[in-house]
């Protein structure tokens, strides 16, 4: 009976910890489904997002704090179909791409031509482009997610998600320990002055847009770079009808 009752004792404390943690804001020990799951049910719901067949944001871009912001607009369908348009004194640069080839136009550099993409832009665009994002049947994806550790991020505990993709391309996401969203993201290293650097992307000003939870500001940052890349969404339309067209090589 005394060992019953020890038992029983060390239990009950487990749980009043595991409360306590929680009422303190502090991520109590999960297994990296629970992480997904959670963040799945914070961002909406898996029966939501899998009801998305096309998405439409508009906003501004600023390179650097002295930067002119300039507008940009994102049209995304199924399946991993995007097309973007960046505009700035009266030209239109234009990057599209169809699910499998991609191309460019970039007026603001002089080229006014359509160029493919470079082969080492291309291997981040299914990833990139994917509506649900890499959470969300992670498994069907052959995707493989490993607990990291917990890292501060913002100043708040987030979960580290080691990703190990089918290719055998290794990400990391970070899920804040208290809303589940995600608070940063790893992206494919960037060469900068002839250099490769890590790359990390802010999610933030979270705003719920009929009944998904969507951050509406990215900041971008590369590794030994003081100035950042920030991308302000003004507006989300879901479902917008998107015509197959526009997701097509340019003339």
Do not use: C
Request: hydrophobic share 40%.
């Amino acid at each position: 009976m005394r060992n019953r009752a020890l038992v029983l004792i060390l239990g009950l404390l487990a749980v009043a910890r595991a409360l306590r943690a929680q009422h303190d804001g502090a991520p109590v020990s999960l297994t990296p489904a629970q992480i997904v799951e959670k963040n799945i049910s914070a961002r909406g719901g898996l029966g939501a997002w899998r009801a998305i067949d096309s998405l439409i944001m508009t906003g501004k871009i600023a390179v650097g704090a002295n930067s002119p912001q300039v507008s940009f607009a994102l049209d995304v369908k199924r399946p991993r179909k995007a097309r973007i348009e960046v505009q700035f004194n009266g030209e239109t640069a234009v990057h599209i791409y169809d699910g499998q080839n991609a191309w460019k136009i970039m007026p603001f550099l002089d080229r006014y031509n359509v160029e493919p993409y470079p082969s080492e832009e291309m291997n981040d665009a299914p990833a990139s482009l994917d509506l649900d994002g890499p959470l969300i049947d992670y498994e069907a994806k052959g995707t493989f997610i490993e607990l990291d550790g917990m890292e501060k991020v913002d100043g708040r505990d987030a979960y580290r998600l080691r990703l190990t993709m089918k290719d055998g391309t290794v990400r990391r996401i970070w899920i804040d320990g208290q809303t589940f969203l995600e608070a940063k993201v790893e992206a494919t290293p960037r060469r900068f002055n002839g250099n490769l650097h890590a790359v990390i992307t802010f999610y933030r000003d979270y705003k719920l847009v009929q009944g998904l939870m969507i951050p509406h500001l990215f900041v971008t940052a590369l590794d030994g770079v003081e100035q950042t890349e920030k991308v302000i969404v003004e507006n989300v339309v879901i479902n917008p009808k998107l015509d197959d067209k526009l997701f097509t090589k340019p003339e």
